[in-house]
């Protein structure tokens, strides 16, 4: 079951956990039954069309998906996908 890996930015929104196992065959499966599971997510992550928040960066085992297939991009089950949104800021 592919393993998906929660930013602190988001574990309020997953009751704390840091790492959630959930059933998918492709990127976009993964994080839909995350977002099902912890429905607080589903805006943090999807825009309203459903494509990836121009702000959110997933990786499949270290890989971007965007240099991938995207949201399609096939998962194994023993995969890792991590969730990292963007940072932005600083001083002028």
Known sequence: MPKIKIPPVLRNATSGEREVNVEGTNVRE???A???RHPATREQLFNP???LNRYVNVYLNDE???VLQGLDTPVASDDTVVILPAMAGGAR
């Open 30 to 32: 993964v994080l839909e």
């Open 34 to 36: 995350l977002a099902s």
């Open 49 to 51: 069309e459903g494509e």
């Open 64 to 66: 971007d998906v965007r």
